[in-house]
């Protein structure tokens, strides 16, 4: 005679079994997950949609390298029923839906002020300071350190302090230097997740934020800058949950923000202020015409991308 133990086991048994079953005959509701934003290529509006966060984030980043200035990235999900084998026709109707959502958040004069904004030519206003933080790097094989100067590279490049050939010989040095520093790490088995974050300003103290969602750091990051605060780039660092397998998320993401604090150092957030000090290209009386041209009532996001760009053109939002 089976035990109550042994009836219960056999029950769940049973009902994993049909709710399988149920899965893979389309009983349950499928769900579409995509990333996206908008953005002005030869005078048409196009969409870029992922269901990938992270390749998201990689050409929303890739994007200034082309005088491409996005909007911020959004997400779009939909549970639906799908009948088997109408998989793509489903994702294909997200699609269109998602597109036309961004369509109806963003009006066609945010891209013509970005367009007109975005036409200024760079300088190469960092280029001695970065120079200077380049040489002090020169033996140095310490993959957070090399991070937090790609992150400054990276971010002069977008404030347009950067021209396209300096940042270009910065990015290979620290692809270079990088690539020697991944071939001496044995991790390929390992269990390796990344955690994200930054540094930034609230009020008189320094405030450090990180998160294991890149999507979710970027999205933070991005809001706090259109609000006009002053945000450290974003740092990213990987950790191996095998070293310790009984920790929770949270365990890992305060050590990470720990490390993230002693990175940070003042030495480092002095080089940053530094280099918010060189000239600024954006033309102020253009930001301020565009902020009051685009209807920040009818389309708030609208206004929170220009914002953004206020705050990453002209240091902590100086109108």
């Known amino acids: 005679m089976l035990s109550n133990a042994d009836i219960y086991k056999s029950r769940d048994v049973t009902t994993a079994e049909t709710v399988a079953q149920m899965a893979q005959l389309k009983y349950f509701d499928e769900q579409y997950l995509y990333y996206g934003c908008a953005y002005l290529y030869e005078g048409t509006i196009k969409y870029r949609l992922h269901e990938n966060a992270e390749k998201m984030a990689a050409f929303w980043e890739k994007s200034f390298e082309f005088g491409i200035y996005p909007t911020d990235i959004s ?14 026709e489903k994702a294909e109707q997200v699609q269109r839906e998602f597109a036309l959502k961004l369509a109806q958040t963003y009006p066609q004069e945010l891209f013509l002020a970005l367009k007109e904004l975005g036409d200024i030519a760079p300088t190469d206003a960092a280029l001695a300071e970065l120079t200077l933080w380049q040489d ?8 957070d350190k ?33 690539d020697l ?34 999507f979710i750091a970027r999205s933070h990051h991005y809001d706090l800058m259109s609000e006009g605060a002053s945000c450290t780039p974003i740092f990213k660092k990987a950790y191996w949950f095998d070293e310790n397998p009984d920790w929770p998320i949270r365990k890992w993401r305060s050590r990470f ?11 480092y957030q002095q080089r940053l202020r530094h280099l918010s000090e060189v000239s600024v290209t954006a033309d102020k009386e253009k930001l301020a015409y565009w902020l009051t041209a685009v209807d920040g009532e009818k389309f708030p996001q609208a206004h929170k991308v220009l914002s953004y760009y206020r705050s990453l053109w002209q240091e902590n939002g100086e109108a």
């Not at 002090?136 to 993959?143: H, P, T, V």
């Not at 021209?163 to 290979?172: L, V």
């Not at 923000?257 to 030495?267: I, N, R, T, V």
């Open 75 to 88: 997400k779009y999900v939909r549970l639906l029923k799908t009948p088997s084998g109408k998989e793509y």
């Open 136 to 143: 002090e790097l020169d033996l140095c094989y310490e993959r």
């Open 146 to 178: 090399i991070e937090l100067f790609s992150g400054a590279v990276a971010l002069c490049f977008k404030q347009k302090k950067l021209c396209t050939a300096s940042y270009e010989q910065f990015k290979q040095w620290i692809k270079a230097r990088l």
């Open 181 to 214: 520093i991944n071939n001496c790490e044995c991790s390929i088995w390992r269990d390796k997740h990344w955690f994200y974050g930054f540094g930034y300003q609230d009020g008189a103290s320094a405030q450090f934020y990180a998160n294991a969602s890149e």
């Open 257 to 267: 923000e720990e490390d993230m604090k002693g990175l940070m150092s003042e030495e």
